[in-house]
Structure formats: structure tokens, C-alpha cells
């Protein structure tokens, strides 16, 4: 029987999603997906200064901590390709999943990721190999793959 392979490489901002071709030993790019908004610098993604709260003691007011809004689109753009896998995964488009990602993307993908899915999963490896090629991908992969 010939399994379906999936090789998703992923940061917070782009995500290839590679099928593995086991007799020929090749990884063939299926699909690429963009986030943007993870690269835009985190005083842009936000409109206005963080709140102000008051002491329970005193009048002193200070500020009150916002998340990282480069974090935060990170978290967004890991649940949106979570879903992605998980809705390939249910409709039988891949049985076995490679994931390299960069170690906090990893994370939140983990975390967003199905059981089914997360079955499915092989190995993760937490590197960011978005700009690599093909080739260059495949070397960080089981020589049995």
C-alpha cells in the first residue's frame, strides 16, 4: 500500500506543505501559505498605546503589558494551518506527517493540532528550513523515508 506523506515546513509567517515521493526519494512542494502580518514590524500591528491601570495602592498608574503582537499573529497564522492539516488529514490526503518548524511555531502548531492529526505525526524537528529547497529539506529527513 502506498502512504501519503506529508512534509510541512513552517515559521510564523510561510508554511510549504511538501509530499513526500518515497520511490523516487523526492519532496514535491504541494502548496505554499503566506501570513504576512507576522513580518510586520509589532508597532504596526498595533493602533494605539497599551492601557493604563491603577494601583490598588496609592495613585500610581503604570502600563499594562500587551502580548507581542509578532507572537500573537504567530499563534493566529500556527491555528489557521492546524486547521488546514487537520481538514487534509480527516479528508485522507496524507496518512504520515513530517513537521519542521521553528521551535515556538512548532509549539503552537502542537497545541492546535487534532489528535487524528497529531497521530499522524512521525517526527517534528524544530528548525526553520522555510528558505531551504527541496534537497535541502529532504537531507534533515529518515534516509528510510
Known sequence: MNHKIWVVVA???????LEAQKSRKLLI???VLEHPQTR???????S???GREFSSVGSRRSSIE????????AQHFAADLAKHLDHAHRSQLFEKLYLIASPAFLGFMRHDL??????AIVLS??????????EEIRDYLPAAL
Open 11 to 17: 515559521n510564523g509567517s510561510r508554511a510549504r506543505i
Open 29 to 31: 512542494e504541494l502548496e
Open 40 to 46: 510586520v514590524h509589532g508597532h504596526d500591528l498595533v
Open 48 to 50: 494605539d498605546k497599551p
Open 66 to 73: 500587551t502580548l507581542d503582537p509578532q507572537k500573537n499573529e
Open 114 to 119: 487534532e489528535e487524528g492529526t497529531q497521530k
Open 125 to 134: 524537528i524544530d528548525k526553520d528550513l522555510t528558505e531551504k529547497n527541496a
